[in-house]
C-alpha cells in the first residue's frame, strides 16, 4: 500500500521562526490533507490540497503530485502552533485516509 | 455549523467487558468514518461507511469489533470483550461524500485496565 513520510520527526523552534514541513508519498493520491493535533488531541483541518498551493493567515501549503511531496509552511511562529501535524492521503482506489507519523512541532516564548 | 462529536470523551473499562463508542456527523455528511490512534502514532483506518452500509471494514483488527451506522447518520463502534490492547483514542471523522475532505471529531479516549 501508499506510504506517507513526513520530516522532521521533530522540531523545536522560537516564536516568531518559520519552518517547513514536509510529506512524501509513494504512489499517485486523489486526496491530501495537513492537520494540526493540538495539545488536548483534537485534530483541525489545515489545508485540503491534492495538487496546487493554498495560503491561510500565516500558514501556507504546496502539493506537487507529479513529484509526490507536499509541503506546510508556517511563517512566524506562535506558541499556539505547538503540537503534532500530520499529513494524510488517499490512493485512487481507497476511501480512507493513510497518515504520516507526524511531525511534533514546539515553539519557545 | 456543529462540527462532529463523539461520545463519551473518555472511557475506562475492565479486561473482558463490552464497550459502545458514538459517533454523531456532520449534519448531511454521507460518509462516517473510524479510526484509531495509539500514543505518538498516526490513526489508523478502522471502517468506512457510505450512507447505512459498511462500505470498506478491513481495517477491523478482528471479530471483537464491530459497528453499526443504521439510519445513516449517527454510527456506534461496538468492542466486545475488551483486551489492554484496545487501549486507544478512537476518533471519528465524516465527509459529505466518499472523496471529500474528511473533518475529524474530538475522539473517545477509551482505557482498558
Known amino acids: 500500500g501508499i506510504q506517507v513520510e513526513q520530516s522532521p520527526p521533530d522540531l523545536i523552534l522560537q516564536e516568531g521562526a518559520n519552518s517547513t514541513l514536509r510529506c512524501n508519498f509513494s504512489d499517485s493520491v486523489n486526496n491530501l490533507q495537513w492537520f494540526h493535533q493540538n495539545p488536548w488531541g483534537q485534530l483541525i483541518n489545515l489545508f485540503y490540497i491534492p495538487s496546487g498551493t493554498k495560503q491561510n493567515g500565516r500558514l501556507s501549503a504546496t502539493t506537487v503530485a507529479t513529484e509526490r511531496y507536499s509541503l506546510l509552511y508556517i511563517s512566524s511562529s506562535q506558541t499556539t502552533d505547538s503540537g503534532v501535524y500530520f499529513c494524510?492521503?488517499?490512493?485512487?482506489?481507497?476511501?480512507?485516509?493513510?497518515w504520516g507519523a507526524g511531525t511534533k512541532l514546539i515553539i519557545k516564548p | 455549523g456543529a462540527g462532529v462529536s463523539q461520545t463519551p470523551s473518555n472511557k475506562v473499562t475492565e479486561k473482558g467487558k463490552y464497550v459502545e463508542l458514538r459517533c454523531d456527523p456532520i449534519?448531511?455528511?454521507?460518509?462516517l468514518y473510524w479510526y484509531r490512534q495509539s500514543l505518538g502514532q498516526g490513526p489508523e483506518f478502522l471502517i468506512y461507511?457510505?450512507?447505512?452500509?459498511?462500505?470498506?471494514d478491513s481495517g477491523l483488527p478482528n471479530d471483537r469489533f464491530f459497528a453499526v451506522r443504521p439510519e445513516g447518520s449517527v454510527s456506534t463502534l461496538k468492542i466486545q470483550r475488551t483486551e489492554r490492547g484496545d487501549s486507544a483514542v478512537y476518533l471519528c471523522?465524516?465527509?459529505?461524500?466518499?472523496?471529500?475532505?474528511?473533518?475529524f471529531g474530538p475522539g473517545t479516549r477509551l482505557t482498558v485496565l
Open positions: 494524510a492521503v488517499r490512493a485512487d482506489s481507497n476511501y480512507q485516509l493513510i
Open positions: 471523522a465524516s465527509s459529505l461524500r466518499s472523496y471529500n475532505e474528511q473533518f
Open positions: 449534519s448531511g455528511h454521507t460518509a
Open positions: 461507511f457510505q450512507g447505512t452500509g459498511a462500505a470498506d
